[in-house]
Every structure is written in structure tokens, then in C-alpha cells.
């Protein structure tokens, strides 16, 4: 029983620890996220359109 409340302190302590990201940096990060996503779709569609193009046109 000592153990298990030892380590529920320790987990408590850890917890205030934690450092949040503010609401601007997280804005800010999705943004990012949401843009190279779109830029890497972009990329691959245009990447499969002409393989598919390629591929059409050998057989």
C-alpha cells in the first residue's frame, strides 16, 4: 500500500510540472499541420496523376 501511494505522490508532482502550450502556439501549430498536409496531397496527386498518365499511355 506504500508503493501505490508513493507513486500516486509522484505522479502528482509530475503533474504540475507540465508545461501547456498557449492557445498561439497551438493556433499556430495547426495551422502549419493543415497547410503541409494540404502541400503534401497536392504533391501526390500530381505525382499520381502523371504516373497514371504515363501508365495510360505505355499500355
Excluded: C, H, Q
Excluded at 16 to 45: N, Y
Amino acid at each position: 500500500m506504500k508503493k501505490m501511494l508513493d507513486y500516486i505522490k509522484s505522479v502528482r508532482s509530475e503533474w504540475f510540472k507540465i508545461v501547456w502550450p498557449s492557445r498561439d502556439a497551438v493556433v499556430r501549430a495547426t495551422i502549419m499541420i493543415l497547410i503541409f498536409s494540404g502541400l503534401a496531397a497536392l504533391f501526390f496527386f500530381v505525382i499520381d496523376s502523371i504516373l497514371n498518365a504515363l501508365v495510360g499511355w505505355i499500355f
